[in-house]
């Protein structure tokens, strides 16, 4: 009996794919952005406070920070649940 390896077909210009970036890389910048906006709604309510800012100015970046902690939130709740199907499945 003679074993020969197998050597796989390679495509001769096969194009370069550029890597992903890491996930916790991705989602750490999501937590970040979100984290800026809601020091500029922050920002826009001390602001409004002192008499140095308008009303509308604060309740739209109150509504931005909403919205980005809402993507935030539902993003980590997305990746728990990938987890856990994963950690869940039986090898």
Do not use: K, N, Y
């Not at 309510?45 to 935030?72: N, P, W, Y």
Request: proline share 7%.
């Amino acid at each position: 009996m003679r074993v020969t390896p197998l050597i796989p077909d390679v495509a001769p210009d096969a194009p370069s794919v550029a890597p992903l970036l890491p996930a916790g890389s991705a989602f750490g910048d999501l937590v970040d952005a979100a984290g800026g906006v809601l020091a500029g709604a922050d920002g826009a309510e001390r602001a409004f406070a002192a008499h140095r800012g308008g009303l509308q100015e604060m309740v739209v970046e109150r509504a931005r920070a909403d919205i980005a902690l809402q993507i935030a939130a539902t993003s980590a709740q997305r990746v728990t649940q990938g987890l856990q199907t994963l950690l869940g499945l039986q090898i």
